[in-house]
């Protein structure tokens, strides 16, 4: 089940805010921990087993871990933490990249191991992180133990950001889990955002990722420069406002039930260093990873060597969180090592240069990245890559190219500058003067009905509606 479809918003959103509301305070963690699993069990009626499983083995070592330091007995509460990771990291290990591991001993050792070719658990890699986070904080003394399973079911499970993110470590919602606040405003500031996510997912995304689709299905050696461009820039935008679209619903939905997740984007594609760019994506994955490998690796404490050795063990790692197949993992090395080179000397050097040289060299090679991303294969995408540089030497275009370009101008326009904080900073500035407060007002309802009636209109009538983070 997806957010963007009429079963998700007519009927199980519906049914899910009747009966939380219906309920007193005190089982509506009951009620979000049983939504959550039919929510989940709709796409994964077996898997949720394993997210069971997990839920289960984090709580009771969270309980292990505190009753550990309770009594003083800190080198066993250690040992309840990596207990806690080994299960966690095996089980994700064995379902994410069980198959990525047979396939290159097959290759290397030249045998024929047969692969399981077991379905990827939907969300496991942000759920996983999630309930791995809890353990740890409960061990820094970060959160305080829970002993209410079904309320930390309800944290594991909680629908709103089980499938794609953001990830929610436990010490950011530890408090609102047992005691929250309900409220019109809250509510409604949720609704305003899940609507503003639908339309970017629904509108925006869906309909870039049609023409992403087109041309990443020809073959990319007959591709002229300009064609293979115009498809990753598709695709540049279609991950943007799909993932951030998601991002924008599920903190939204988070708020109708008195939840207040962290922002996970921060309009990305106006950074002007590859390093401002990761501080600005995704951003409750580089938190994680910040405070769960890089800082316990040292950070920067131990000198210039050590720290360069943490960022490459850290890129290394998220371009593998993002899937089983080299492509990522180079992805996640390719960024690693422009990391680096802005570490050492690069963002010193784009700090003195003009915003806008810094802008297109950040945009330049994270447009190139997504050439890497997108596929799940290396060769694919190495392919691809050629075409952008033209050395299957098709020319700079052609006609398809220069039909391309015209009829997808107006929503590649619309793209630009829905990317950037223009349209936020128009509304803003229509609110804060009085005398148009209640025309303001209007025109913000008036918009938000027509994203939502034309969302609900592209619903029925598209059969192409994906969630590219899904597949992580």
């Known amino acids: 089940m997806v957010f963007s479809s009429v079963l998700f918003l007519f009927y199980f959103l519906p049914i899910t805010l009747i009966a939380y509301f219906a309920v007193p305070k005190k089982y509506r963690n009951f009620v979000l921990f049983l939504v959550s699993l039919v929510f989940y069990a709709w796409g994964e009626p077996v898997y949720v087993v394993i997210m069971l499983f997990s839920t289960i083995v984090d709580f009771t070592h969270g309980k292990l871990v505190h009753n550990a330091l309770r009594v003083g007995n800190r080198k066993k509460a250690k040992m309840f933490v990596a207990s806690s990771m080994?299960?966690?990291?095996?089980?994700?290990?064995?379902?994410?990249?069980?198959?990525?591991?047979?396939?290159?001993?097959?290759?290397?050792?030249?045998?024929?191991?047969?692969?399981?070719?077991?379905?990827?658990?939907?969300?496991?890699?942000?759920?996983?992180?999630?309930?791995?986070?809890?353990?740890?904080?409960?061990?820094?003394?970060?959160?305080?133990?829970?002993?209410?399973?079904?309320?930390?079911?309800?944290?594991?499970?909680?629908?709103?950001?089980?499938?794609?993110?953001?990830?929610?470590?436990?010490?950011?919602?530890?408090?609102?889990?047992?005691?929250?606040?309900?409220?019109?405003?809250?509510?409604?500031?949720?609704?305003?955002?899940?609507?503003?996510?639908?339309?970017?997912?629904?509108?925006?995304?869906?309909?870039?990722?049609?023409?992403?689709?087109?041309?990443?299905?020809?073959?990319?050696?007959?591709?002229?420069?300009?064609?293979?461009?115009?498809?990753?820039?598709?695709?540049?935008?279609?991950?943007?406002?799909?993932?951030?679209?998601?991002?924008?619903?599920?903190?939204?939905?988070?708020?109708?039930?008195?939840?207040?997740?962290?922002?996970?984007?921060?309009?990305?594609?106006?950074?002007?260093s590859i390093t401002e760019f990761w501080r600005r994506w995704h951003m409750s994955l580089g938190t994680w990873f910040k405070e769960y490998v890089y800082i316990p690796l040292g950070?920067?404490?131990?000198?210039?060597?050590?720290?360069?050795?943490?960022?490459?063990?850290?890129?290394?790692?998220?371009?593998?969180?993002?899937?089983?197949?080299?492509?990522?993992?180079?992805?996640?090395?390719?960024?690693?090592?422009?990391?680096?080179?802005?570490?050492?000397?690069?963002?010193?050097?784009?700090?003195?240069?003009?915003?806008?040289?810094?802008?297109?060299?950040?945009?330049?090679?994270?447009?190139?990245?997504?050439?890497?991303?997108?596929?799940?294969?290396?060769?694919?995408?190495?392919?691809?890559?050629?075409?952008?540089?033209?050395?299957?030497g098709n020319g700079f275009a052609n006609q398809e190219s220069i039909y391309l370009c015209y009829t997808n101008l107006i929503l590649f326009i619309i793209l630009i500058i829905g990317a950037t904080n223009l349209p936020k900073k128009l509304a803003n500035q229509l609110v804060l003067r009085k005398e148009n407060s209640i025309v303001a007002c209007c025109c913000h309802n008036a918009y938000l009905i027509g994203v939502f009636v034309l969302s609900i209109a592209y619903m029925v009538d598209a059969s192409y509606n994906p969630f590219l983070y899904f597949r992580f």
Not at 353 to 382: K, R
């Open 299 to 392: 950070g920067n404490r131990k000198g210039k060597l050590f720290q360069l050795r943490n960022i490459c063990i850290v890129w290394f790692l998220t371009g593998l969180w993002h899937g089983a197949s080299w492509n990522f993992i180079i992805w996640g090395v390719y960024f690693g090592v422009l990391l680096i080179f802005e570490k050492l000397f690069l963002l010193r050097l784009l700090q003195k240069l003009p915003n806008i040289i810094g802008h297109i060299y950040t945009m330049f090679l994270v447009v190139v990245s997504w050439a890497l991303f997108a596929f799940d294969n290396f060769t694919q995408a190495f392919h691809y890559i050629k075409a952008m540089f033209g050395v299957y």
């Open 86 to 272: 080994v299960i966690n990291l095996a089980i994700l290990m064995f379902f994410k990249y069980g198959d990525f591991i047979l396939q290159n001993i097959n290759a290397i050792f030249r045998i024929n191991i047969p692969l399981m070719n077991l379905p990827l658990p939907i969300g496991i890699s942000f759920y996983t992180f999630q309930t791995m986070s809890y353990t740890i904080d409960v061990y820094r003394g970060d959160a305080k133990v829970q002993h209410n399973i079904i309320s930390f079911g309800a944290y594991v499970a909680l629908f709103p950001q089980l499938i794609a993110g953001p990830i929610v470590r436990f010490k950011t919602v530890a408090e609102e889990l047992n005691h929250r606040t309900e409220s019109f405003d809250n509510f409604a500031s949720g609704v305003n955002r899940f609507l503003l996510g639908l339309g970017k997912k629904v509108l925006l995304a869906n309909n870039i990722g049609l023409l992403w689709d087109s041309i990443s299905g020809m073959e990319a050696s007959n591709l002229p420069i300009l064609t293979a461009w115009i498809g990753v820039l598709a695709f540049t935008f279609q991950i943007y406002f799909d993932f951030s679209g998601y991002s924008d619903m599920a903190i939204g939905l988070g708020r109708m039930f008195g939840f207040h997740f962290l922002e996970n984007f921060d309009y990305p594609y106006l950074s002007r």
